[in-house]
């Protein structure tokens, strides 16, 4: 079984409408991100969490929000999904006594029409 | 502003030859980077990594190699394979937040028979 894991892999949603991305981890990290991949843009940090109290924002943190409901769970929503979100998001963990060594989940392909 | 650069999004190389992925970073916090290598439809995987103490790291047939006063690191691969062909992203640490990641846009290396 994967160790993160990303639900759903693919999503196709209308403008406006509200969606949430899920991760899950069994690796036993306290460290969890959201990274969006645009085509030519590479790996964006959404938001990042270092435990089940802490949120801090990314470079692109506007238009999302995240919730961390457990050490092994990582939400994404998006409340009003507009279409330059289409994109590829990653769920990411890592330990923090190894804290630069990040470990992606497989994806959610997500396109807002 | 794209801290962390790859100006190279693609690469082809012939299956035997030395590959070489570039990587240039504008931040002098930054101490500690890594590279991933991504198929598709998979998230990306750690590769290598290298701390700013030293100038070349090497792991089987991957080697990275860190110019810290041309701000530059790259990435050999000898002998390349097929196998290999995937996205490279090279990343950053961000100054002195442990975990916090900065990437590159990727390059894409093509290794052909």
């Known amino acids: 079984d994967a160790d993160v894991t990303q639900t759903p892999r693919n999503r196709i949603t209308k403008t406006g409408k509200r969606i949430m991305l899920e991760c899950s981890q069994t690796k036993g990290h306290d460290r969890m991100y959201w990274y969006r991949q645009d085509p030519g843009l590479g790996l964006r940090l959404i938001y990042y969490?270092?435990?089940?109290?802490?949120?801090n924002k990314g470079e692109i943190s506007d238009g999302y929000s995240v919730s961390r409901q457990a050490q092994a769970k990582f939400s994404l929503s998006l409340e009003s999904a507009i279409p330059n979100q289409t994109a590829l998001y990653f769920c990411a963990t890592s330990a923090t006594s190894e804290a630069d060594t990040q470990y992606f989940g497989p994806g959610t392909r997500l396109t807002v029409l | 502003d794209q801290q962390v650069k790859q100006n190279s999004p693609s690469l082809s190389v012939q299956e035997g030859r030395i590959s070489i992925l570039n990587c240039d970073y504008t931040n002098s916090m930054f101490d500690y980077f890594l590279w991933y290598k991504k198929y598709p439809a998979e998230g990306p995987t750690f590769l290598i990594s290298i701390s700013s103490i030293k100038d070349k790291n090497e792991d089987g047939r991957f080697t990275v190699f860190l110019n810290k006063s041309a701000k530059h690191l790259s990435l050999h691969i000898v002998p390349s394979q097929p196998g290999d062909s995937a996205v490279y992203f090279c990343a950053a640490r961000g100054g002195s937040t442990l975990g916090r990641l900065y990437f590159g846009r990727g390059t894409q290396l093509t290794v052909w028979p």
């Open positions: 969490s270092f435990d089940v109290k802490d949120i």
